[in-house]
């Protein structure tokens, strides 16, 4: 049985339902798995609205390794 979650953010997330292109889908599930990009779908999620977030405030962080 997996750890419960602990720490200042346990229990203070918010849960939510979208729905998504089955392209999209896809291609984050193809990067979601131990060793990949992503941890979770959920992961993905949170790292692209932060992403969206930074780029909407004018603090685009590049994530690729050019």
Do not use: N
């Amino acid at each position: 049985m997996p750890r419960r979650a602990t720490g200042p953010a346990h229990g203070k997330k918010i849960g939510t339902s979208v729905t998504i292109d089955p392209g999209l889908y896809q291609w984050v599930m193809e990067h979601v798995g131990a060793g990949k990009q992503f941890s979770s779908l959920s992961h993905a999620c949170e790292r692209g609205f932060a992403l969206l977030r930074e780029h909407e405030e004018g603090k685009w962080a590049r994530t690729d390794k050019k």
